[in-house]
């Protein structure tokens, strides 16, 4: 086990480093200079030796390797530098406060998919061919194929504007987290519905069920404590890759909805060039699907001792 979580580690190293490369070309690659950007409208009034002394003072003279390998000496060191458009904020504290709002949605996202997608299709699963699996199906493909961000400006026009019982925007009470929540885990339930119910299926027709219910146990012992366990495995697998998903994919909702978390850090420091938040974000973002795959695959071990003997 020690081998294959260093072994894991490794390849997860290498993958961030690919990343960092990556998003340290494409942002070199975009029109625009966030020096200019910083500068706004003040910049008629500054020479070109006081621009260029600002891009001395920001690194931004040196060539492109240079850049690279300074930022990333000073990440390794933690130090994720501060930010070009926010003059003497560090990109550290930026991040920090925008973490919470992003892993509050996350985590409370996931926790309402699990706690409705599992009953669902186990149920659905159960009874297969029935209405509610019709009904099941259909609603998961739904919301599959129709797009958060529709999700989201439907809730604000229909709970916000018409009925007014939830905030539009913002998170001055405990009532807007609800719309954003509610977005984020109905894409997260059509899908662990989904595979709940396919698991199960398949659990279900194996030899060790049938010689349950030919044992002459009760259908529901039989599918909670001979088939449900083994249903969850895929299950196991799905919830950590959308965990890390969602850390990512909260870009589109915490826009619509104003909030202030790591997705709208990150396109507003798009827009802005704001060079060391970005790739900060987008280490950090790479460094969680890492974790979150890593943790998953301990976590299908301990569902699954076939694995540990492996």
Known sequence: MLNFIISRLLQGALVIFLISVVTFI?????????????LGEGAIQITEEQITAIRAKWGLDKS????????????????????????GVP??????????????????AVLVALALAIPAGIVAAVKRNSIFDYLLTIGATAGVALPNFWFGLMGIIVFALLLRWLPPFGLTTWKGYILPVAVLATGEMAILARVMRAATIEVLSQDYVRTATAKG?????????HAVR???????????????FLFS????????????????LFVDS?????????????????????????????????????????
Request: glycine letters at 8%.
């Open 26 to 38: 494409m942002l070199r690659l975009m029109p625009g200079d966030p020096v200019m950007l910083l």
């Open 64 to 87: 492109y390797p240079e850049q690279y390998f300074v930022w990333a000496g000073n990440l390794l060191r933690g130090d994720l530098g501060e930010s070009l458009i926010r003059r």
């Open 91 to 108: 990109v550290r504290q930026m991040i920090f406060e925008a973490l919470p709002v992003t892993g509050r949605l996350s985590i409370l």
């Open 217 to 225: 146990l009760a259908q529901p012992t039989v599918v909670l404590r």
């Open 230 to 244: 083994n249903a969850l495995l895929p299950v196991v697998s799905v919830v950590g890759f959308r965990m890390a």
């Open 249 to 264: 994919g909260t870009i589109v909702i915490e826009t619509i909805f104003a909030l202030p978390g790591i997705g709208r």
């Open 270 to 310: 798009v827009f802005r060039l704001d060079y060391q938040v970005v790739q900060s974000i987008v280490v950090l973002l790479g460094a969680l699907v890492v974790l979150a795959n890593l943790v998953t695959d301990l976590v299908y071990a301990v569902v699954d001792p076939r694995l540990r003997v492996r």
